[in-house]
């Protein structure tokens, strides 16, 4: 079974979290919610509390196939280890993903180099060495990232569909009313 960390930070915008666990969960994906603030409960941008499955000290050396990262704010870009986990991930050409404030840890982290990426509008220039696409969801090689809440299921069924295949993206968008973008 696939395999995937979903960080959560005080501020992470709701949506992109859930919804993004939802759906890969239905594609029969193993999703563990990783806290960055040391404490199990975080606090969404909407004031929305979650439980985390797990602590980064405790998850970061897990075997996951896919690290993502939803948006709301651009405090993950201050967490040192997320970061250094990111480098390694893009080291050894495993998925990474991001959406909308999100992308910031991939321009940070210096791992964009010519790659499209897309993330909230206004925040272009925290993709450090990006090329800036054009579609709400762009994946280059490993990296896939998207532009904000709204784009949250097509985002999610992208992730599905690297990790399970496009037959169980397709019964996933079916069962979710959304159709899978190309």
């Known amino acids: ?3 995937v960390a979903l960080f959560l930070i005080d501020g992470f915008e709701e949506t992109e979290a859930l919804a993004t666990v939802d759906i ?3 594609g029969e994906v193993d999703v563990t919610t990783v806290s960055l603030t040391g404490r199990e409960r975080v606090m969404g941008k909407h004031s ?5 499955d797990a602590l980064f000290e405790d998850a970061k050396d897990g075997p996951f196939d896919m690290l993502v990262v939803p948006g709301g704010t651009i405090a993950y870009t201050e967490h040192e280890g997320l970061l250094e986990l990111v480098r390694r ?3 050894g050409h495993k998925f990474l993903a991001a959406i909308c404030a999100a992308p910031a840890v991939f321009g940070k982290a210096g791992i964009l180099s010519g790659k499209r990426a897309v993330c909230y509008p206004g925040m272009e220039s925290w993709l450090a060495g990006a090329v800036v696409g054009k579609e709400i969801v762009e994946t280059d090689g ?3 990232t998207a532009k ?3 784009t949250t299921p097509f985002f999610a069924l992208r992730l599905l569909e690297l990790l399970r295949g496009k037959e169980v993206a397709d019964e ?3 069962a979710f009313l959304v159709p899978l973008i190309r």
Do not use: E
């Not at 929305?48 to 985390?52: I, R, T």
């Open 24 to 26: 890969l969960r239905r």
């Open 1 to 3: 079974m696939a395999k």
């Open 89 to 91: 991930y893009d080291a």
């Open 48 to 52: 929305v509390p979650v439980v985390a």
């Open 172 to 174: 996933v968008s079916k």
């Open 142 to 144: 490993h990296i896939t």
């Open 148 to 150: 904000g809440p709204a």
